[in-house]
C-alpha cells in the first residue's frame, strides 16, 4: 500500500517523484541552491512588475467609486492613498537590473512591499471610513475595502514561496487586517469575525500549497534544464551562464577565477573497441572523479563529447596544483580494458593580462588543452606556456609550449 507521501507525489506533484530533501526544500528555503534561487528570483520579479504595473493603472481608476459614494473630504483622503499606492506601485512596476550578489533576497523585498501596499491603504483608511460610512452603499465600499488583506493573502498563491515564506509574508498581512477592525471602531469579536479570519487562513493555506507546488515544479524543471542527464555536470548553457556571473562577481571582488578545460584521453577509442555504452559508462565515470576533486563552490560544466570545464571561483593560479595531485592521487577511473583513464588539461586564469570577457579565458584554456594533447596527452599546460606531464611515474617536468 502506497504512504500518503507518495500518493501526493504522484497525483498532485508530478512529474516527479517526491523525495525527504525535496520535502523539506518546500517546506524552508534554507536548502535551495544559488542556480534555483535565482531562477525563483527571476520569476518573483516578473510576477511582482506584472501586477504592479496592472495595479499602477487601475488603482487611480477606482477613485471614480470614491468620488462617487463618499463626500468629497472623505474621498480627497482616499484618492490621496491611491495616489501614494500608485507611485509605489509604479516604482516597483519599473525595469531594474537583478543584483548580482543577493537576487533572491530583492526578489523578496519587493514582493514585500507589493503586498504591504493594499494593507496599509486599508489600515489606514479604516478610521475614515468607519467615521464616513453612514448609507448602505458607503458601508458595502467600506467592508469591500475591509477585504483587502484578504485578497492580500490569496495572492500570494502565485508567487514559488516556501511554506515558512509565505507564512512570514502573512503574518503582518494578517495583523493589518486585524488592526483594521480595531481602528474601523468594533472590537474583535469572534462571533462577528471568526469567519473572516477563518477565510484569511484558509487563503493562507491555499497560497503555502501553491506556492510549495510551484517550489518543486520548479526545482524539477531547473534540474533537468540545467544539468547533463549523462554525467550531471551542468550543460554548456546553463554552465555559460554560471561562469559568466561568477566572472562578473570575481571581478568586482578583485578575487581570480580559475578555469581548467579538460579533455578525456583517446575517448574514441573507448567507444570504437567497446561500444557507446561502454563510452557512456566511463564518461560518468570521469565526471564523478572530477567532480569528487573539486571544492563544493567549483562548478562542473560538460562543455562537449568528452570534454568538461572547471570552474574555480576565488582561486589564484598556485592552488591548481593541489586540485590536480588529489586527482592524480585518487584517479579518473578505469577503461573498460583496466587501464586508467587520463585527460588533458589547460589553464587560464582571469589574472593573466588581456582578459576582460569570459569568452576569452574559456579560449585560452581550450588552447592550452590541445596544446597538452599534442605534447602527448595526460599533461596540463599553464598560462606561462609550460607543459607538465600529469603521469605518476613522471618527475615533475616542465618544457616550453
Known amino acids: 500500500m502506497k504512504s500518503l507521501r507518495a500518493r501526493i507525489s504522484e497525483n498532485i506533484l508530478a512529474p516527479s517523484q517526491l523525495s525527504s530533501k525535496q520535502l523539506l526544500d518546500m517546506l524552508t528555503p534554507a536548502g535551495r541552491s544559488s542556480e534555483l534561487r535565482r ?20 488603482v487611480p481608476f477606482f477613485a471614480i467609486i470614491d468620488l462617487v459614494v463618499f463626500d468629497l473630504a472623505t474621498a480627497g483622503k482616499l484618492i490621496g492613498l491611491r495616489l501614494a499606492s500608485t507611485a509605489i506601485f509604479a516604482a516597483l512596476a519599473w525595469p531594474r537590473e537583478a543584483s548580482l550578489t543577493r537576487p533572491y533576497a530583492q526578489a523578496l523585498a519587493a514582493l514585500l512591499v507589493l503586498l504591504l501596499v493594499p494593507s496599509l491603504f486599508h489600515l489606514l483608511s479604516a478610521d475614515m471610513l468607519a467615521q464616513a460610512s453612514q ?77 510549495m507546488s510551484q517550489c518543486h515544479y520548479m526545482a524539477t524543471l531547473v534540474v533537468r534544464a540545467m544539468h547533463d542527464p549523462l554525467t550531471g555536470a551542468y550543460t554548456r548553457r546553463s554552465g555559460e551562464d554560471a561562469l559568466k556571473l561568477l566572472f562578473r562577481l570575481n571581478h568586482m571582488a578583485g578575487k581570480p577565477l580559475t578555469l581548467a578545460f579538460v579533455d578525456l584521453d583517446r575517448f574514441k577509442e573507448i567507444n570504437d573497441l567497446f561500444g557507446h555504452e561502454a563510452g557512456d559508462q566511463c564518461l560518468c565515470l570521469f565526471a564523478d572523479n572530477l567532480r569528487a576533486g573539486l571544492r563544493r563552490s567549483d562548478l562542473l560544466i560538460r562543455w562537449g563529447g568528452e570534454e568538461f570545464v572547471a570552474v574555480l571561483p576565488d582561486t589564484p593560479l598556485d592552488k591548481v596544483p593541489l586540485l590536480l595531485l ?9 577503461r573498460p580494458d583496466g587501464r586508467q583513464m587520463t585527460a588533458s588539461f ?30 602527448g596527452r595526460d599533461a596540463v599546460v599553464w598560462p606561462d606556456g609550460s607543459c607538465q606531464s600529469l603521469k605518476p611515474t613522471d618527475a615533475t617536468t616542465s618544457t616550453a609550449g
Open 326 to 334: 588529489r586527482l592524480r592521487q585518487q584517479g579518473l577511473g578505469q
Open 135 to 211: 448609507t448602505s452603499a458607503q458601508k458595502l465600499v467600506a467592508q469591500l475595502y475591509a477585504y483587502l488583506p484578504t485578497i492580500v493573502l490569496g495572492g500570494l498563491a502565485i508567487f514559488p514561496l516556501t511554506a515558512l515564506e509565505a507564512l512570514l509574508f502573512a503574518l503582518p498581512v494578517i495583523g493589518m487586517g486585524l488592526a483594521g477592525l480595531i481602528l474601523g471602531g468594533t472590537a474583535p469579536d469572534l462571533a462577528q469575525y471568526g469567519g473572516t479570519l477563518w477565510f484569511m487562513l484558509m487563503m493562507l493555506g491555499v497560497a503555502m500549497f501553491s506556492g
Open 346 to 375: 589547460g589553464i587560464a586564469c582571469s589574472d593573466e593580462n588581456g582578459i576582460a570577457a569570459c569568452e576569452t579565458l574559456v579560449w585560452r584554456a581550450d588552447r592550452r588543452m590541445y596544446e597538452a594533447k599534442r605534447q
Open 39 to 58: 531562477h525563483a528570483a527571476s520569476v518573483i520579479v516578473a510576477r511582482v512588475q506584472l501586477i504592479a504595473g496592472l495595479f499602477a493603472i487601475l
